[in-house]
């Protein structure tokens, strides 16, 4: 039997003050804007908001009836935050990553409005500092060591020195020039030892005629790779002892095949032949290597579009590759992120210009997508850093060029039940089988209990019970019902806690209540269940 006027009341006063706020501001106009998070308890229901009028935003936040509560409102599922303000014009290229700093590059006049923050700066988990005053051209890439922090790109005469022509090397306290001798921009800096992998626009490297476009530098002297190459190196990467060199050239030291890609193995290079179009990245892992550009075919297989990966002998795809440039690629663990100008990735509508490889599939970050390029991506612990030309992620005002994705912790997973049978959420029926139904008692003073079993089936985060009681009684014959043992909190992954009701009729007839549990598991918050009997 299924009596609730006084709640069938409350949801009428809640969607009253619902209706009210939204026909106020319709025609009296908006006297104030109104967050919907100021007229929800921490539940999602709707308080009362006294004498307010105004408009209410409710974007992002889904809407169910409960019919305890009334309207219940949930906010959007989404990890993605600002780094302070972001950076103010035009793009971030690079984000590295070194402990608690982001280091981010680009081109742009300030981060945060921090001074001397031009065109490189460091986030430091709450706020923005300058490198020095800044750098007078776009940084392209990062190699961080220790304290110290690589930086390439197309500046000169970085903090003064002379010699600190697009490549640079700033100690935490002064800029330093690293070598001397190159007349165009670095684009790649990998480590190998003690020397450095060099990449990009420059050629003649310290007056060596074939250290064309990639060279080595081994702390005193630039070395040639061969004869270098034809065009543009715009991505080094190591893989034991060989060096793997991507972007716009058509041939290294005459090699046949070594178009786009080619593999230093210390003396010579060596082809890897197959790619149709430049290669902006390369990242190794384990024996393989993972490439991203701008190419639409790789060793024949039309799916390795815009990014492959290289197993050695041959290249394989990922799902039906994305349809547009990839500029960035960071692998964690069996996870693969990838950043660019694509769109809609393995189908997915809102996979726009960052998206993530599970080995499987591909799939949007929380659901968002970015609304321009994304031309760098890290990931420092569970968080994932991206830069770009980008605007207000997932509507984020300060989330500008620059924005952080925080994978959300699997949720708590609540579940009640008595008698070993499940009881569900918000159910306003009741069950012998699971405890709900007390059955027949008499009211002169005979009391029966049910004992039921609060769990948490998730399998790595616990549940939290937040309400005071843990276990609220509420309803037309609330004080038949009594806690007289509760749970405890909070509950481990896997586990459970019991807590028991009694049921002592204050008169004959048909008695009901409602039980009320709040708790962490919020796409379930609260738990609600009936419980009722008869007395005699």
Request: with cysteine; aromatic share 12%.
């Amino acid at each position: 039997m299924d009596i609730f006027i006084p709640y069938i009341m409350k949801i009428v006063s809640c969607w009253s003050v619902f209706i009210a706020l939204l026909l106020s501001s319709h025609f009296l106009g908006a006297v104030e804007k109104i967050a919907i998070t100021e007229l929800l308890n921490r539940n999602g229901v709707l308080v009362n908001p006294d004498s307010r009028s105004g408009s209410v935003d409710f974007t992002g936040f889904d809407v169910e009836l409960d019919p305890c509560f009334g309207p219940v409102f949930r906010p959007p599922a989404s990890g993605w935050a600002a780094v302070g303000t972001g950076v103010n014009t035009t793009t971030i290229t690079t984000i590295s990553i070194s402990g608690n700093n982001v280091y981010v590059g680009g081109f742009f006049t300030d981060a945060g409005g921090v001074p001397n923050t031009l065109n490189i700066a460091r986030w430091d988990g709450s706020a923005w500092h300058a490198l020095g005053t800044g750098i007078n051209g776009q940084v392209y890439t990062f190699y961080i060591n220790g304290s110290d922090v690589y930086v390439g790109g197309n500046f000169t005469d970085v903090g003064g020195e002379a010699d600190a022509d697009y490549i640079a090397r700033w100690d935490g306290t002064t800029w330093h020039a690293v070598a001397a001798g190159l007349n165009a921009r670095v684009q790649a800096i990998v480590p190998s030892g003690s020397d450095l992998y060099i990449g990009g626009l420059f050629t003649d490297a310290g007056g060596n005629v074939n250290a064309d476009y990639v060279a080595r530098w081994d702390g005193s002297t630039w070395h040639a790779l061969g004869t270098g190459l034809s065009g543009a190196a715009f991505a080094i990467a190591l893989n034991g002892s060989d060096v793997y060199v991507g972007g716009f050239f058509t041939m290294a030291s005459g090699v046949a095949g070594t178009a786009h890609i080619a593999r230093w193995d210390g003396s010579a290079w060596n082809a890897l032949v197959g790619l149709n179009g430049n290669v902006n990245v390369i990242v190794p892992s384990g024996s393989d290597i993972y490439v991203g550009g701008p190419f639409s075919n790789a060793g024949g297989d039309p799916n390795a579009n815009k990014i492959a990966r290289w197993d050695g002998s041959s290249w394989n795809a990922l799902g039906p590759g994305l349809n547009s440039t990839v500029f960035s690629i960071v692998l964690s663990g069996s996870d693969i992120y990838v950043g660019g100008l694509f769109t809609d990735a393995g189908g997915d509508p809102n996979a726009d210009r960052i998206a993530r490889w599970d080995v499987s599939a591909w799939s949007s970050l929380g659901n968002i997508g970015l609304n321009s390029a994304c031309y760098g991506v890290a990931k420092g612990g569970s968080d994932v850093y991206v830069g770009g030309s980008f605007t207000d992620v997932d509507g984020i005002a300060n989330a500008d060029r620059i924005a952080r994705w925080t994978e959300p912790a699997p949720p708590a997973a609540v579940n009640i039940g008595g008698n070993g049978n499940p009881i569900d959420n918000r159910t306003y029926t009741t069950s012998p089988a699971n405890g709900t139904d007390f059955g027949t008692v008499n009211a002169s003073g005979e009391t029966v209990s049910s004992t039921f079993t609060l769990g948490n089936s998730s399998n790595s985060t616990p549940l939290t019970l937040t309400g005071a009681p843990f276990v609220t009684i509420a309803g037309q014959n609330a004080a038949d019902f009594t806690v007289t043992a509760s749970p405890i909190s909070p509950i481990a992954p896997g586990g459970n806690t019991p807590f028991t009701i009694e049921f002592n009729p204050g008169a004959s007839g048909y008695r009901w209540a409602i039980v009320i549990i709040t708790h962490t598991d919020f796409p379930e918050n609260p738990f609600v269940f009936m419980v009722s009997g008869i007395g005699l």
